[in-house]
């Protein structure tokens, strides 16, 4: 996990990747350009994996952490295209374009989890969730019973409220996605009024 733990590092920075002005000092700017650095080159590792992936999922064997925010802040601080198509990718991963052909977010598209490790949604014994939660997924460490679900890392998950490894949900799995899809639902740069808050 060295690489999730680098990209913590870069989160107490946001406000400093976005001053901009002429009263920068000389230090600011150099501790910005280190940072934009770092996640331009965290961010073009995130893509190559999804190259290699046959779902388009930034995910490696060894690694179950999200990465569409770092990808989606290098968008933001370089404009270039490659980084907000990867992000979007990933939102698509999510929502269904996966080996198991299902939306890890409750209540979402035509093939939703049913059954996640949620308490209340439990006590409801419906198989209809509280929607919008994103579950945890697969997970090549879920030991369930002392059984793998599979020898392929990224087929790893079942939709079964008691195996915890990879159908629990939490918020900070479902933070960041309301992340990004509020930012892919917003409206385009070009019908954003001048001076709004949220500008792209």
Known sequence: MKTTFSLLLLIPFP???????QNESPKSH???????????????NILQ?????????????????????????GYE???????????????HYL??????????LTGSGSNPVRHPYHQFSMMLN???????????GP??????????LSSYPGKCYEDNEKNYYVNE???????????????????PPSSTKSGSVGKR
């Open 15 to 21: 406000s400093l990747l976005c001053r901009e002005g």
């Open 30 to 44: 150099k501790a910005k350009s280190a940072i934009t650095t770092r996640l331009i080159r965290y961010c073009d």
């Open 49 to 73: 994996k999804i190259k290699n992936s046959d779902y388009g999922c930034a995910l490696s064997v060894d690694e179950y952490y999200w990465g569409s925010n770092s990808v989606l802040a």
């Open 77 to 91: 601080r370089t404009n270039q295209e490659r980084y907000r198509e990867a992000a979007l990718v990933q939102l």
């Open 95 to 104: 929502l269904g374009r996966n080996t198991f052909g299902i939306s890890f």
């Open 126 to 136: 419906e198989n209809a969730p509280v929607p919008g939660l994103l579950v945890g």
């Open 139 to 148: 997970n090549k460490n879920s030991q369930l019973e002392g059984k793998s």
């Open 169 to 187: 949900v939490a918020i900070n799995y479902t933070a960041p996605f309301a992340y990004v899809l509020g930012y892919f639902s917003a409206p």
